[in-house]
């Protein structure tokens, strides 16, 4: 069977392969280690992260999602840099 590379729905050649379920849960410790307030996880093949609001006085829980965990630490750390810029602001 061939399989159609230039497609942009074809896994790549370089593609790992996908994770067991102790590897993803490995994983989503050390992002949790890396992201101390936020409590991470992995479901049907989608990385979650739940966490405190950037908005000061908001007790709102965000939730962030992304098919990779690259992805999700992308926007972990996006969020926790405009958390940090929130405060630092003296507005």
Known sequence: M???TES???PGVGD???LTGGQADALATSIGHAFPP???WW???IWYATGPCPVPGCVCTPTLHDPAPSGLCRQL???E???GA???DPR
């Open 2 to 4: 061939h399989r159609n």
């Open 8 to 10: 942009p729905h074809a």
């Open 16 to 18: 790992p392969p996908p």
């Open 38 to 40: 936020w409590r991470i």
């Open 43 to 45: 479901a049907n093949d």
């Open 77 to 79: 750390d996006e969020h």
């Open 81 to 83: 840099w405009r958390a």
């Open 86 to 88: 929130r405060r630092e």
